[in-house]
């Protein structure tokens, strides 16, 4: 098998916070915990739960912008643990990122054309008539017309400006583009047409992609393996179609049923249970054992078959 595009090993954070700045107690708020994937290369791989259950802290650790503990490898290449300044540009190139709101994204005081320009720019790259030509293909690639290079962000639709900024994380031909909640400040029919920008793209390019949302229908519509996240733990990972079709993590059965493909609402968030399953507070299927023994992700699927990995106790080794 072909070296995997992207390798992440136990990886954890935790954020340091002081209440009343400089002079209050600091607390250590845990978030990602023991996360381990590997993504293929050219391979769109999804990130799905909730609010709040670390899935923009999984993508910032993969685009380096804060520090962990643990390895990414991207493309053979390790990354540095320490955050942003000691990211390397070599690994910067091969990452790029298109978020939420694509309005504050990009300087609202540049033309168009410029802004596409500027990452070839910071890394040396072609001349100016080359780096012209390339702003003009990267507009058509993204589905727009080579006369928006004047126009400034601030006058285009929501879905105009998230083209513009999928324009530029592309710009540099990086390997991997993260794409966090990208599609959920549009309205459903925009949010389709960027979606299929994004598969667009990834046939012609063979771009991977880390593709995170809230919302399983929409992951399930773009992903070829999803990873459902619980309190900064995968709680399941497989292929699109078996944590779909088959949802074995009674978490991943409440995405499913939920008509909106949105994570049901946590009526007060519990506390993770000692030891125990972080999510038997809300199961409706947990027994004494789930309270008591932490369980660690496990294959499920029959020999043969691609993996299915569940943290559950319902499913003993
Ligand atoms: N810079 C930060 N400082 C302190 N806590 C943070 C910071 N960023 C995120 N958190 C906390 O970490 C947890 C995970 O956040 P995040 O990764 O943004 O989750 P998601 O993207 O799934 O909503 C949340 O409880 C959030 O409040
Ligand atoms: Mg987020």
């Known amino acids: 098998m072909a070296e995997p595009l992207v390798v992440i090993q136990n990886l954890s954070n935790a954020y340091r916070t002081r209440a009343y700045g400089a002079f209050g107690k600091e607390t250590v708020k845990p978030v990602l915990d023991h996360i381990t994937l590997e993504i293929g290369q050219g391979e769109i ?10 899935k923009t802290s999984l993508g910032n650790s993969l685009l380096g912008l804060i ?9 053979g290449l390790r990354q540095n643990p320490h955050g942003r300044l000691r990211r390397s540009k070599e690994l910067s190139r091969k990452v790029q990122a298109v ?11 540049k033309p168009i054309g410029w802004l596409l320009e500027e990452p070839l720019k910071i890394h040396g790259i072609g001349t100016k008539q080359e780096r012209l030509q390339k702003a003009d293909a990267m507009l058509r690639l993204v589905g727009l017309d080579p006369g928006y290079k004047t126009r400034r962000i601030q006058e285009l639709s929501g879905g105009q400006k998230q083209r ?15 794409a966090d909640e990208a599609v959920s400040s549009l309205d459903v029919s925009v949010g389709a047409q960027i979606l ?6 990834h046939q012609r390019l063979g771009l991977g992609m880390f593709f995170i949302s809230h919302n399983l229908h929409v992951v399930y519509h773009i992903c070829d393996r999803i990873a459902v996240m619980y309190q900064g733990q ?14 074995a993590h009674p978490y991943t059965q409440a995405l499913v049923e939920a008509a909106s493909g949105q994570p049901p609402e946590d009526p007060r968030p519990e506390p993770p249970a000692r030891g125990g399953c972080r999510f038997a507070g809300r199961c409706p299927r947990k027994s004494r054992c789930c309270t008591e023994t932490e369980q660690e992700l496990r294959n499920i699927a029959p020999p043969g ?13």
């Open 305 to 317: 078959e691609a993996p299915q990995e569940v943290r559950c106790g319902l499913f003993p080794a």
């Open 196 to 201: 299929n920008l994004f598969l667009n793209l």
């Open 164 to 178: 513009v900024c999928i324009g530029c994380a592309l710009m540099l031909e990086p390997k991997l583009l993260v």
């Open 67 to 75: 520090e962990y503990e643990g390895t990414i490898i991207i493309d």
């Open 45 to 54: 791989f999804g990130v799905v739960g909730e609010s709040g259950c670390g």
């Open 234 to 247: 995968i709680v399941e990972l497989g292929t699109a179609q078996a944590v779909y079709s088959q949802p």
């Open 99 to 109: 978020f939420q709101d694509p309005g504050s994204a990009l300087n609202p005081a």
